[in-house]
């Protein structure tokens, strides 16, 4: 072990682990080991692992919920980075709000909505953490949360701190571009807008029972696909008869059919199989070419698309 990762793992303690278990950190629970997965609790602890990785140019990922992620069965050889509660914080001032990357977007969204702060419904009954969700774009529907956002507070690559308005930022459907390479969210500032409580709820129970018709419970990792413009991806998947369908573990949702579930037994290799499969079956059937939603990470740390 180089020497920067023995002092790291000295200052660190348990939060510096090598060849470490990533499963029980995704929804999917499937995947082999990160070269090293390290818990940070504040900046400093951040930057020294960045620094660390950009000289020995180990690749590094950040890790939300990993509730939209899927890694390979060989692992990660690289680090993986997930921010811990130190990077959680949920504060405000009157309709401004900010959110430390880690914190639960469940936990931003109850914060908000006990202040009579409209704009984050999208947010209900959706996993993961509010760095994963800005990165994503995630929400309800094509439109997501980048439409409440106003800055982001990143660490760049070179391990400085900055504020990026949002104007420099483009939200798209369930993507955002616009960060500088290796740019690290450590918060969001939203700015929402103060809404009588009966609204707010009428809203939240309105998103929550669209999504009654996903699949609740069971190891999967939301929809797989994006809805190409014209139709859900789900239906076009059910229409093509995949429901049900299975590769070892994997089966296709019979609920919604733009999810995956994995069972007993599941590999990563078995949704990958499967994902092929309906991609292909959807193309020869349809004419569409399905883009994966759901981030699918190589090795190498290689995004599939
Ligand atoms: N449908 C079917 N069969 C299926 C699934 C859906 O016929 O197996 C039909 C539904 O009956 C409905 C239409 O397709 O008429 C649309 O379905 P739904 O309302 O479930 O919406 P969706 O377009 O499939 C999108 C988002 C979801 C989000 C829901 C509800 C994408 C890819 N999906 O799904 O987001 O929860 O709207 O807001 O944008 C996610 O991002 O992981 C996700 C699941």
Redesign the pocket.
């Known amino acids: 072990m180089k020497d920067s990762w023995r002092r790291l793992a000295e200052r660190l303690g348990g939060r510096l682990a090598f060849q470490a278990p990533l499963r029980e950190l995704t929804s999917f629970r499937v995947g082999g080991p990160a070269r090293m997965l390290a818990r940070p609790e504040d900046v400093g602890e951040l930057q020294e692992l960045l620094a660390s990785a950009r000289r020995e140019r180990l690749p590094f990922i950040m890790l939300g919920g990993g509730s ?1 992620l899927l890694f390979d069965d060989a692992g990660f050889d690289g680090l993986v980075i997930k921010l811990g509660a130190g990077f959680a914080g949920l504060e405000g001032a009157g309709s401004l709000v900010r959110a430390g990357a880690a914190a639960a977007s469940a936990d931003l969204l109850a914060w908000t909505v006990a202040r009579d702060l409209g704009g984050l419904e999208g947010l209900a009954g959706l996993p993961g953490t509010v760095g994963g969700a800005v990165a994503g774009n ?1 929400g ?3 439109e997501g949360l980048g439409r409440a956002v106003t800055r982001l507070f990143v660490l760049e690559g070179d391990g400085r701190a900055r504020s990026i308005p949002a104007a420099d930022l483009n939200f798209a459907y ?1 993507r955002l571009e616009g960060l500088p390479e290796r740019a690290v969210i450590l918060e969001a500032e939203f700015a929402l807008t103060s809404r009588p409580a009966v609204e707010i709820r009428a809203r939240l129970a309105e ?1 929550r029972e ?2 009654g ?2 699949p609740l419970g069971g190891r999967s990792a ?2 797989v ?3 190409p413009p014209s139709i ?4 076009l ?2 229409e093509c008869g995949f ?1 049900g369908q299975r590769v070892g573990g994997a089966r296709v949702s019979e609920v ?3 999810f995956i579930l994995a069972e007993n037994g599941a590999t990563a290799s078995d949704i990958l199989a499967l994902i092929d499969r309906v991609r292909q079956g959807v193309l020869a059937r349809r004419g569409l070419a399905l883009e994966l ?1 759901l981030k699918v990470l190589g090795p190498g740390g290689e995004v599939r698309a």
């Open positions: 939209n995630a309800a529907g094509p369930r998103i669209r999504r018709g996903q939301g929809c696909f994006k809805n859900s991806a789900g239906r998947i059910d429901k919604h059919a733009n939603e």
